[in-house]
């Protein structure tokens, strides 16, 4: 629980006020809990819940989905662990406006896996055992930026994903970057964002 409620219900209502109506769960750790908690709640959104049986990284998860995806267009990825106020409307205008393969969101803080950005919010690189790594070459210098886990991405990514089915989303992204492709980052600036799974949460 998070402020007196499951931490997925504030995430559904988040994407609920933002103007979302069809919602699909990966599901892997206390499934049957979730399994319990939507057979017992309703939302405004339809809702399906997509059970990993084995962990299939954070790129394998959004693979997982893709019969359910397909024909959307574009579609958000929500991490379940993160609470913030992003104005979700604006970032989606930003991914369609520069059509982007994917737009990140991100935020200037601490963190000990940076991403790179340059001076067009277009990503170009991460740091890689402290050191920063570039994928693509910039004209002008480059910053560090940390991933808000919160990105947009085109449903045209699963023609770009790997066969295997484990895979983490990040490190493809980088590999389109050094094929040239656009991936951007969108800045949410001051706008409250919490990690809750680094927090001790207080039921």
């Known amino acids: 629980e998070y402020k007196g409620k499951p931490i997925i219900y504030h995430v559904i209502r988040k994407l609920e006020n933002s103007g979302l109506r069809k919602i699909i769960i990966n599901t892997h750790h206390l499934a049957n809990k979730m399994n319990e908690y939507f057979a017992n709640n309703s939302f405004n959104s339809e809702i399906t819940l997509i059970h990993e049986t084995n962990l299939l990284g954070?790129?394998?998860?959004?693979k997982n989905a893709a019969d359910?995806?397909?024909?959307?267009?574009?579609?958000?990825?929500?991490?379940?662990?993160?609470?913030?106020?992003?104005?979700?409307?604006?970032?989606?205008?930003?991914?369609?406006e520069n059509e982007?393969?994917?737009?990140?969101?991100?935020?200037?803080?601490?963190?000990?896996?940076?991403?790179?950005?340059d001076g067009d919010n277009n990503l170009v690189g991460r740091t890689e055992n402290n050191v920063d790594v570039l994928y693509r070459e910039?004209?002008?210098?480059?910053?560090?930026?940390?991933?808000?886990?919160?990105?947009?991405?085109?449903?045209?990514?699963?023609?770009?994903?790997?066969?295997?089915?484990?895979?983490?989303?990040?490190?493809?992204?980088?590999?389109?970057?050094?094929?040239?492709?656009?991936?951007?980052?969108?800045?949410?600036?001051?706008?409250?964002?919490?990690?809750?799974g680094s927090q001790v949460i207080e039921t």
């Open 58 to 62: 954070t790129g394998g998860a959004i």
């Open 68 to 96: 359910f995806l397909k024909g959307s267009g574009n579609f958000l990825v929500y991490n379940a662990d993160v609470d913030s106020e992003i104005d979700l409307h604006v970032m989606i205008a930003s991914h369609i």
């Open 100 to 117: 982007a393969l994917a737009t990140l969101a991100v935020k200037e803080r601490s963190t000990g896996r940076y991403l790179l950005k």
């Open 138 to 196: 910039i004209r002008d210098e480059y910053h560090r930026t940390a991933f808000c886990g919160i990105h947009i991405i085109s449903e045209d990514i699963f023609e770009y994903f790997p066969e295997n089915e484990k895979f983490d989303v990040i490190p493809e992204y980088l590999k389109l970057v050094n094929k040239g492709i656009t991936i951007k980052v969108h800045d949410i600036g001051n706008a409250y964002w919490l990690d809750i």
